[in-house]
Nanobody, 118 residues
Framework: VQLQASGGGLVQPGGSLRLSCAPS????????MGWYRQAPGKQRELVAT???????NYADSVKGRFTISRDNAKNTVYLQMNSLKSEDTAVYYC?????????????WGQGTLVTVSS
């Protein structure tokens, strides 16, 4: 099982990007999913998480600008990022609790780079 993330790139301040992430391989489902980020020289930090029920949690720094959502039928999580700032520049990692038969294992995606710059 691998988590495949996509959607990163270069965007100007104030712009928008949408990240997506889904597991590949034979799985039974996905429980909690989330996005984390790591800026150069800093520790990885939580951006947003979403439960299978749809309950969400956001870092204070992105509240009101970012929206996490998921499509349970596709086992896909999205991160809509609006009003991007230079301080949002980081490698963004998706994370998910993947269910395979009766086992649940946590996985990290490979990371996708988001650069906010004029």
């Amino acid at each position: 099982v691998q988590l495949q993330a996509s959607g990163g790139g270069l965007v100007q301040p104030g712009g928008s990007l949408r990240l997506s992430c889904a597991p590949s391989g034979r799985i039974s489902g996905v429980n909690d999913m989330g996005w984390y980020r790591q800026a150069p020289g800093k520790q990885r930090e939580l951006v947003a998480t979403i439960r299978r029920s749809g309950e969400t949690n956001y870092a204070d720094s992105v509240k009101g600008r970012f929206t996490i959502s998921r499509d349970n039928a596709k086992n896909t999580v999205y991160l809509q990022m609006n009003s991007l700032k230079s301080e949002d520049t980081a490698v963004y990692y998706c994370n998910a609790d993947v269910v395979v038969v009766v086992w649940v294992q946590n996985y990290w995606g490979q990371g996708t780079l988001v650069t906010v710059s004029s």
